[in-house]
């Protein structure tokens, strides 16, 4: 079993930024790949951006050029540096790992808030 925590989320104005963490309670390398999904209320759940165990990465259109997604083996922590943020940024930023089978743990998530 692998534990994942968030942490960094809260209130910024828009043009703000926050960097959200997240702590994996095993090796992030041993994982196939690491992401940030967000859910915004009354929408599904999407993928934010990836970064897989080589280091490669790959950001979702609405966040290319804002959001940029890092990794730090030695602390075993994904970070997701969010920059000009949009009051449409708000949601719940969840952290999730894929082991090999999927996206199959899950942290319990971060909010984000964005004001106008």
């Known amino acids: 079993q692998v534990q994942l925590v968030e942490s960094g989320g809260g209130l910024v104005q828009a043009g703000g930024s926050l960097r959200l963490s997240c702590a994996a309670s095993?090796?992030?390398?041993?994982?196939?790949?690491m992401a940030w999904f967000r859910q915004a209320p009354g929408r599904q759940r999407e993928l934010v951006a990836a970064?897989?165990?080589?280091?490669?990465?790959n950001h979702a259109d609405f966040v290319k050029g804002r959001f940029t997604i890092s990794g730090d083996n030695a602390k075993n922590t994904v970070y997701l540096q969010m920059n000009s943020l949009k009051p449409e940024d708000t949601a719940i930023y969840y952290c999730?790992?894929?082991?090999?089978?999927?996206?199959?743990?899950w942290g319990q998530g971060t909010q984000v808030t964005v004001s106008s």
């Open positions: 970064i897989t165990s080589g280091g490669s990465t």
């Open positions: 095993r090796s992030i390398f041993s994982a196939d790949a």
């Open positions: 999730a790992m894929d082991s090999g089978r999927g996206w199959n743990y």
